[in-house]
């Protein structure tokens, strides 16, 4: 996830402290690309080889494109830096250092067939589409795995030998000027990587919905050595009578005043070319809510003939709605009682709705959808008719972020920012 920043306050920068690597030095670089490295295995360790290699949806990816392509950028920057593509591994590099997965031979890039993994880089030609990329299960899964081990070893090595130049260097100031720009490739290789992390997740998710055997399930792995089973997956933690600093802001709003704002990036880390340049914005009052809109809220929508009403759509999402039926947001089934009962974990029928209720499958397996949790997996054109069916309307980018930097969810209690800080944001609940 990312988030750009308002600037000029400390708050923000250290909202983004937590969403991005921001490596100030090549130590720092070194380490950040290998958790990152490690993190993108980890996620692939649970599935069968079968799996790896399907794209089971046009705006999906098969898990072994993903971890080639992301490879193959860091290729693409060491390219840049002069690296060459031979098969000279450095012997100095610990296994330890990196995700061998019990893989030993290296590869030579020259001998893969990497012709697939462009996504939309212009200047490397041959980009494929995306909607091709299950046709062609190249690299094989083996290959892949070899690939990263070869680059990671590249990267590794060249790393510590900057690093190395670095340290020996009388004047760093000098050396860290001229290396900037390898910083910023490394930076960006790395948080190219995680926004792939969060793409393979989503991925997982619409591939493993599809089947209705629970054994048929992406669990991730670190939650089964923790517990040993399927269940290791982390309850979210604002729950039903949970949080009473929450629940007393349920549907209320916030009223933010009007004025002139920055938007974009201002700080001295990461950022990606799109977050600039840094720019005032002038906004004006305007209200909106404290708290996300739950799955209960969309639930009222959907019982409320939402699905049914042109009059709540956009008219290409309307379009949509019509051509696919659509009748509740992607992964959502309706089902009645007695259908599906062995596999639902949370079993408790809510007669309010005349017997029918909601479940889905996800990380945590089959179950009913939790009406106190927030909303997700629903499109633009839902969460805009929505809106209009609360007789509200969606924010802006810029008020959206005005408000994220002036509220935040922290250890379960709702408080404004800006309150907390001593200096009044003037925010006033209504
Ligand atoms: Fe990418």
Redesign the pocket.
Known sequence: MRIQGLSNTQNSNNILKNYTLCSNNFDDLLSDFIRVRKKTIELFKPLKVEDAVVQSSIFGSPPNWHLA??TW?FQKVLEKHGIKMHNDCDSNISDGDINNNGTTSRHDPSQINLKYLN?YYQRYGNILPKSERGKFPRPTVRQTLEYRLFIERKIISFLKEKIKEYSLDKEPSSLGSLLEGLKYDMMLGNN?EM??QELMIYDFQHYFQRFEDPSDNYIPVKALTQQEGRTGVDQPRIRQGGSREIVTELGKMVEIPGGIYELGFNGKGFCYDNELPEHKVYLQSYKIDVTPVTNGDFIRFIEDGGYRDYGYWLADGWELIKENALEAPLYWVPTKKGEYDHNISNNNYDSSTGGTKWIKKDFRGIHEINKDEPVVNVSYYEADAYARWAGKRLPTEAEWKRRQLGMMLCKEKLFILGETEGHSLNMRIC
């Open positions: 392509h992301v950028f996504s190219h926004q792939h």
